[in-house]
């Protein structure tokens, strides 16, 4: 009996190929192999492995050590239970055996291309989540998360507010999103995907940010000063590009020297944070960025209701297409409209704004997600500490507000290890 044909866009064949572009270790690539035969790595299974992971761009491009090691255990694997390896791969093992004498994966010290496949599941429509069947990032990444390469590699927390972000785009979209910690970009680029309307990364290591800015390219993102360079010195094709794309700013913001005149620029809506809570001398510094990101807006606001009293007063008794005697201009027929001085935003310049939002709107006060795996609870217990102090209220909605599984393939990723929360203002 034929072997059924595996198809490398549904699963299990689509598990398989996303495991292996992201760099699943072995023991997930094997597990998912033989899902892929009834249990047993078939000729059929090693054939679709050789022709869309082993002989493709993919494995022609991949990294030496992590091809070497998985052609060996599959073949040991097939060969374990006495079935027939295909000739092309003990070709390709032989060559990974006599080429690569260096394995710097035990080292960690390489830096990678890897893709994480975001797999939406069937019958998923929007609102609740893209509605494109898949979403592929590519990546250039560290395969070392501890030793100095921290801000490069891709951790648990990142997956899981990403996978977040993707799940509730109504969250996100048209909201000024800056995140604090950015790593490798990849909350950035799902928060680009659902329409933010400007998305702000920040990260305290400068090679961090330069990485991050690589993968920003990798997915058709730019920095916003590099926009120009990007779409052509015609002002006319810059605004159409932009006019469906979120704006991207990647800068450097080391928590302990950050300044609130250095933030004061930024108004963010959301704010959120992967692992951000590592290391308890970090703590004090990374809430004292919170506060300022989360209260500034709510000052701010209050600024501008004070500044506008007047304008609202005389406002009162002014009839404009239709507005009731008696009834505030503000209140009843004009919107607000954000205009752009620099990085700054005066909401007291209004105008009618087809399809705007309301005052009601910008009034709202931001918040902050953290997604975050409690390591050490004492580290914990101390970030709350300092929270409380700060008049920040925290809150575990890891519950309440649970994302679909978009990494199913993704063995290694345990994601009920972490928790998200909120963060407010008092």
Not at 139 to 150: I, K, P, R, V, Y
Request: glycine share 6%; hydrophobic share 35%; aromatic share 8%.
């Amino acid at each position: 009996m034929a072997e059924p044909k595996l198809d490398p866009t549904i699963p299990p064949g689509l598990h398989l190929v996303s495991a292996f572009i992201s760099m699943e270790p072995t023991n997930t690539l094997l597990s998912l192999s033989r899902e892929c035969g009834g249990g047993l790595v078939t000729e059929g299974v090693q054939r679709f492995i050789w022709d869309h992971c082993i002989s493709n761009e993919a494995g022609e491009k991949g990294y030496g050590p992590y091809l070497r090691n998985f052609v060996k255990r599959l073949i040991s694997e097939v060969e374990s239970r006495n079935g027939t390896v295909l000739d092309e791969l003990y070709e390709r093992c032989g060559y990974y055996m006599s080429s690569l004498k260096d394995d710097r994966l035990v080292k960690g010290s390489a830096r990678v291309h890897k893709c994480i496949s975001f797999l939406f599941p069937d019958g998923c429509e929007p609102p609740s989540c893209s509605k494109s069947s898949n979403l592929v990032v590519p990546l250039h990444c560290s395969l070392n998360m501890l030793e100095g390469d921290t801000g490069c590699s891709v951790w648990p927390s990142s997956l899981y507010l990403s996978e977040f972000v993707l799940s509730f785009p109504d969250i996100f979209s048209n909201k000024s999103c800056f995140e604090v910690g950015s790593g490798v970009g990849l909350v950035g680029i799902c928060l680009s995907h659902v329409k933010a309307s400007q998305v702000i990364l920040s990260d305290g290591d400068l090679s961090t940010l330069s990485n991050m800015k690589l993968n920003l390219k990798l997915n058709q993102l730019s920095a916003e000063t590099d926009v120009l360079e990007r779409f052509g010195e015609d002002p006319n094709t810059v605004q159409a590009e932009l006019y469906n794309k979120s704006k991207v700013k990647c800068f450097h913001l080391p928590w302990e020297s950050a300044t609130e005149s250095e933030l004061e620029d930024y108004l963010p809506d959301i704010i959120l944070g992967a692992d951000v809570i590592y290391d308890p001398s970090c703590l004090p510094h990374l809430l004292r960025v919170l506060v300022i990101l989360l209260k500034q807006k709510k000052a701010y606001t209050q600024t501008w209701e004070e500044s506008c009293e007047g304008r609202l007063q005389d406002a009162e008794h002014i009839d404009v297409n239709g507005a009731s005697e008696g009834k505030s201009l503000f209140a009843h027929d004009i919107h607000c409209v954000t205009i752009q001085n620099g990085n700054r935003t005066d909401p007291c310049h209004v105008e009618e704004l087809h399809g705007g939002s309301s005052v009601a709107r910008l009034m709202k006060c931001p918040v902050a997600y953290i997604a975050s795996v409690i390591r050490n609870i004492d580290t914990f217990n101390c970030f709350l500490k300092l929270a409380e102090e700060a008049n920040l209220v925290i809150a575990d909605i890891t519950e309440a507000l649970v994302p679909l599984n978009l990494l199913p393939y993704m063995q290694s990723y345990n994601r009920s290890s972490i928790r998200l929360f909120t963060v407010k203002c008092k």
